[in-house]
């Protein structure tokens, strides 16, 4: 049986401007003579991301594991649950035995990755009685409301509430500077934060632990973290932290703004949005045509 030293699960859409940051991170941790796997899903990326990936893989730095089956689900979040389950089958049926897993987005959030030593020190944190995970943080601010739980504050219904308020701009932008802004703030400290759920884009889990997860449920649509955090939270009785000394940065798409860019960045995303739908429409008139 195999016993690397970390064991890394991925997915990756679009994102070969980054892709370089995270092979950085992996040839570091060699480098540091670390064993280190890496399971990374793709499925329809179109700007070389596919690409760079099957040439790792071809190289053995990496396993590309073919997602194509998320591409059938239309929710967002259930997609994102079947691809991370996917992953965590993988590195389940590879019978790999690590001394902790890290589950990380290798999008914009890894642009500026952490360094070995500070990856390590947050890891060597799991080796605490009553603790099962160690997320990142990242400033300017902590971003990830939808994977956060602690006693007080759980965000399940924000995409809910958020679509509530998209009646107009204004409402729009008021409903981030009432619900959403605060509370990133409030989580962003120089303090370790305790939790039942975090996950803000780099997460380390106990092996142990993280086998007793699953990122699938029935039922209505929530954050695949927070699914999987509060399973491996009710079955261990054990804890997360956010790490203040795991820094990422916030993601630009993000980060908190005053309204001119908010409301620039909203209509970028509604345009993008809507030459995405006539894209497919017409490639799916063309495929009728053709039949």
Do not use: W
């Given at each position: 049986?195999?016993?690397?030293?970390?064991?890394?699960?991925?997915?990756?859409?679009?994102?070969?401007?980054?892709?370089?940051?995270?092979?950085?991170?992996?040839?570091?941790?060699?480098?540091?003579?670390?064993?280190?796997?890496?399971?990374?899903?793709?499925?329809?990326?179109?700007?070389?991301?596919?690409?760079?990936?099957?040439?790792?893989?071809?190289?053995?730095?990496?396993?590309?594991?073919?997602?194509?089956?998320?591409?059938?689900?239309?929710?967002?979040?259930?997609?994102?649950?079947?691809?991370?389950?996917?992953?965590?089958?993988?590195?389940?049926?590879?019978?790999?035995?690590?001394?902790?897993?890290?589950?990380?987005?290798?999008?914009?959030?890894?642009?500026?990755?952490?360094?070995?030593?500070?990856?390590?020190?947050?890891?060597?944190?799991?080796?605490?009685?009553?603790?099962?995970?160690?997320?990142?943080?990242?400033?300017?601010?902590?971003?990830?409301?939808?994977?956060?739980?602690?006693?007080?504050?759980?965000?399940?219904?924000?995409?809910?509430?958020?679509?509530?308020?998209?009646?107009?701009?204004?409402?729009?932008?008021?409903?981030?500077?009432?619900?959403?802004?605060?509370?990133?703030?409030?989580?962003?400290?120089?303090?370790?934060?305790?939790?039942?759920?975090?996950?803000?884009?780099?997460?380390?889990?106990?092996?142990?632990?993280?086998?007793?997860?699953?990122?699938?449920?029935?039922?209505?649509?929530?954050?695949?973290?927070?699914?999987?955090?509060?399973?491996?939270?009710?079955?261990?009785?054990?804890?997360?932290?956010?790490?203040?000394?795991?820094?990422?940065?916030?993601?630009?798409?993000?980060?908190?703004?005053?309204f001119l860019p908010f409301a620039w960045r909203r209509l970028r995303k509604l345009v993008a949005l809507s030459l995405l739908q006539t894209h497919?429409?017409?490639?799916?008139?063309?495929?009728?045509?053709?039949?």
């Open positions: 049986m195999m016993r690397p030293d970390v064991v890394f699960l991925s997915l990756a859409r679009n994102c070969a401007a980054t892709i370089p940051s995270f092979l950085g991170l992996l040839a570091a941790l060699r480098a540091e003579g670390l064993t280190v796997v890496a399971f990374v899903g793709e499925n329809g990326s179109r700007d070389g991301t596919r690409e760079l990936l099957q040439r790792e893989d071809a190289n053995g730095r990496i396993v590309l594991v073919p997602t194509p089956f998320m591409a059938e689900e239309p929710d967002r979040l259930k997609r994102m649950a079947l691809g991370r389950e996917r992953l965590k089958n993988e590195f389940e049926a590879a019978g790999l035995e690590p001394r902790f897993v890290c589950v990380l987005d290798i999008d914009n959030v890894i642009a500026s990755p952490p360094s070995i030593a500070v990856l390590l020190a947050a890891a060597a944190k799991l080796e605490r009685p009553g603790i099962f995970g160690v997320s990142a943080t990242s400033r300017p601010h902590y971003y990830d409301l939808l994977a956060f739980q602690d006693d007080l504050r759980s965000f399940e219904t924000l995409l809910e509430e958020l679509a509530g308020s998209r009646s107009n701009i204004f409402a729009y932008y008021r409903f981030f500077c009432s619900r959403i802004y605060p509370h990133q703030q409030a989580l962003t400290d120089d303090r370790e934060i305790e939790c039942a759920s975090t996950f803000n884009g780099l997460c380390l889990y106990r092996t142990d632990a993280y086998r007793l997860g699953s990122y699938l449920q029935p039922g209505p649509s929530i954050c695949e973290h927070l699914v999987f955090n509060r399973r491996l939270a009710e079955r261990t009785g054990a804890r997360m932290l956010i790490d203040p000394g795991l820094i990422l940065n916030t993601p630009i798409d993000h980060s908190q703004q005053s497919l429409s017409l490639k799916t008139l063309g495929s009728s045509s053709a039949g």
